[in-house]
């Protein structure tokens, strides 16, 4: 069992919305996995989770004008 970096808790599997707020628009990722405590809902993302949140902020952002929500995908596009 995992337990939480800021409160102690349990830290369980979940998913959760993700969002990115840049000077020219608002990234929204759905139902990313992680890791979210039970007691302070502190979320923690694995080293391949963070890295395709990257991927995709930076594919979304660079065509968009405002608002983008996007659904988690494992895979790159």
């Given at each position: 069992?995992?337990t939480c970096f800021h409160c102690k808790g349990c830290v ?18 759905r139902n990313v996995p992680c890791m979210e405590c039970t ?39």
């Amino acid at each position: 069992m995992n337990t939480c970096f800021h409160c102690k808790g349990c830290v369980e599997p979940s998913t959760r919305t993700h969002v990115v707020d840049l000077d020219k628009c608002i990234v929204i990722i759905r139902n990313v996995p992680c890791m979210e405590c039970t007691q302070c809902g502190e979320a923690y993302y694995s080293d391949e989770v963070q890295k395709r949140l990257d991927e995709i902020v930076k594919t979304v952002s660079s065509v968009m004008t405002e608002i983008a929500v996007v659904e988690y995908s494992g895979s790159a596009a």
